[in-house]
Nanobody, 127 residues
Framework: HVQLVESGGGSVQTGGSLRLSCAISGFAYGSYCMGWFRQAPGMLREGVANIVHTGATTYADSVKGRFTISEDNAKNTLYLEMNSLKPEDTGMYYC??????????????????????WGQGTQVTVS
């Protein structure tokens, strides 16, 4: 049974920073892909960043240079360091993990994510 639990969200002022964590248990790593997604009220869920088993990372254009995805496999934890936060970064942030095959995409519609495992989310509010 795979479980992902996000933490670290909160309310910050514009220009502030937050670090999100995603504790992962029961996951069979293999050729994995892990990612962070977000969803603002009334908006579609969008990919923010992902990391694959090789260590390669991908970022949405809107967060490049401000957000950093990383992992600590010894602690079974995925992180998202967020700096220079903007009001448009506000939303519910979800982590997801996929041990399947196929391209690791930022699109939440990618089959790897629809067949993957998701956390319940943590709220980030920037004002």
């Amino acid at each position: 049974h795979v479980q992902l639990v996000e933490s670290g969200g909160g309310s910050v002022q514009t220009g502030g920073s937050l670090r999100l964590s995603c504790a992962i248990s029961g996951f069979a790593y293999g050729s994995y892909c892990m990612g962070w997604f977000r969803q603002a009220p009334g908006m579609l869920r969008e990919g923010v960043a992902n990391i694959v088993h090789t260590g390669a990372t991908t970022y949405a254009d809107s967060v490049k240079g401000r957000f950093t995805i990383s992992e600590d496999n010894a602690k079974n934890t995925l992180y998202l360091e967020m700096n220079s936060l903007k009001p448009e970064d506000t939303g519910m942030y979800y982590c997801a993990a996929s041990s399947g095959s196929g391209r690791c995409s930022l699109s939440p519609l990618n089959p790897r994510w629809s067949l993957g495992d998701w956390g319940q989310g943590t709220q980030v509010t920037v004002s």
